[in-house]
């Protein structure tokens, strides 16, 4: 499979949403408004990822595997640098993992059933 779209927008949407999650978990407990304001400098991010969106269903679809090893890896540092619950993080990367695993799965089917 030939890598037409590659994944900086996926990438630039995990960024945006752990730097979310790392500002709610780090500001559990205050005001709404103490965490609106500590996510204020994630503002460039989130708009590049907004501006990008539409790009990531292409990426996701021409997903190759080592894009995907990349993406899985960054997100398993992400989520290990990130401030969520053990308990949280462990269901989460279970997640990730079946999911990874599913993708793998389907792109081989589908270039087996091309030969």
Do not use: W
């Amino acid at each position: 499979m030939s890598e037409k779209f590659g994944v900086k927008e996926t990438e630039d949407a995990l960024v945006a949403i752990f730097g979310i999650i790392d500002v709610i978990a780090k500001n559990k407990g205050s005001s709404p408004f103490v965490v609106a304001g500590k996510m204020l400098p994630l503002a460039g991010e989130v708009v590049a990822a907004i501006n990008g969106g539409d790009q990531i269903p292409n990426e996701l679809k021409d997903l190759s595997e080592p894009e995907l090893n990349r993406l899985y890896s960054e997100v398993s540092q992400k989520l290990e640098e990130s401030g969520l619950n053990e308990e949280l993080r462990g269901c989460i990367e279970a997640d990730i993992t079946v999911l990874t695993s599913a993708v793998v799965a389907i792109q081989r089917h589908a270039a087996y059933a091309q030969k």
